[in-house]
């Protein structure tokens, strides 16, 4: 009976202790989000950027800690936001390849509210592309599935059926 802390309260607390007791030990991540992003790659699955991104976000606390999440674009812009502010530097250029990383291997998308940018930046295409991609869907209606995906021939098939656990409609 400690009066009457809020849940959410509890959690940052948990949180606050974690980070002051130095580096958090990867059993404190360990069951934070279901399993099942990455295919045997370790905690990050390959593709460009993943060696910066170790570099950059690997140094306070593990990788591991960025992996596997459930995390949304709009939650990794807030992650990103918080790293930078706990002191997580990088030049404008390397940013900007971990943040492509983060939002085109790990980022969870509602593919009919999203912008064009955060299409962009989770499907890995240029702007026009993105954009050509939510003028349609705004168009139809929006989208009902990932076979919706299917009528443009920019995006790579194979690649979208990979993802499909981050997407939704
Ligand atoms: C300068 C040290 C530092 C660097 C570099 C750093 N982090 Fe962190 N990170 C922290 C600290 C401290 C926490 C603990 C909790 C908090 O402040 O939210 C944390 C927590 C996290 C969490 C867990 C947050 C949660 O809500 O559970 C994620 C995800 C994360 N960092 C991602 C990243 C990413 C991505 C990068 C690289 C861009 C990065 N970190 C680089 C210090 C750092």
Same mark, same amino acid.
């Given at each position: 009976?400690? +009066?009457?802390?809020?849940?959410?309260?509890?959690?940052?607390?948990?949180?606050?202790?974690?980070?002051?007791? =130095?580096?958090?030990?990867?059993?404190?991540?360990? +069951?934070?989000?279901?399993? +099942?992003?990455?295919?045997? #790659?370790?905690?990050?699955?390959?593709?460009?950027?993943?060696?910066?991104? #170790?570099?950059?976000?690997?140094?306070?606390?593990?990788?591991?800690?960025?992996?596997?999440?459930?995390?949304? !674009?709009?939650?990794?812009?807030?992650?990103?936001? !918080?790293?930078?502010?706990? =002191? %997580?530097?990088?030049?404008? #250029? #390397?940013?900007?390849?971990?943040?492509?990383?983060?939002?085109?291997?790990?980022?969870?998308?509602?593919?009919?509210?999203?912008?064009?940018?955060? !299409?962009?930046?989770?499907?890995?295409?240029?702007?026009?592309?993105?954009?050509?991609? !939510? %003028?349609?869907?705004?168009?139809? +209606?929006?989208?009902?599935?990932?076979?919706?995906?299917?009528?443009?021939?920019?995006?790579?098939?194979?690649?979208?059926?990979?993802?499909?656990?981050?997407?939704?409609?």
């Amino acid at each position: 009976m400690k +009066g009457f802390l809020l849940p959410t309260t509890c959690a940052l607390m948990l949180i606050v202790q974690a980070t002051a007791r =130095g580096a958090p030990s990867t059993s404190l991540r360990a +069951g934070a989000a279901p399993a +099942g992003g990455a295919q045997g #790659e370790g905690p990050l699955p390959d593709a460009p950027g993943k060696e910066l991104v #170790e570099i950059k976000c690997g140094s306070c606390h593990g990788i591991d800690y960025l992996a596997p999440s459930t995390r949304t !674009v709009a939650q990794w812009r807030d992650t990103i936001a !918080v790293m930078k502010n706990s =002191g %997580a530097n990088a030049s404008d #250029e #390397e940013w900007k390849t971990v943040t492509e990383y983060l939002m085109g291997n790990l980022a969870y998308l509602n593919v009919n509210k999203a912008s064009a940018d955060d !299409v962009r930046l989770v499907f890995g295409v240029p702007e026009k592309v993105a954009q050509g991609i !939510v %003028a349609a869907r705004d168009t139809q +209606g929006g989208f009902t599935s990932i076979d919706d995906l299917k009528q443009f021939p920019d995006l790579d098939q194979k690649k979208i059926e990979a993802m499909k656990a981050r997407l939704s409609f």
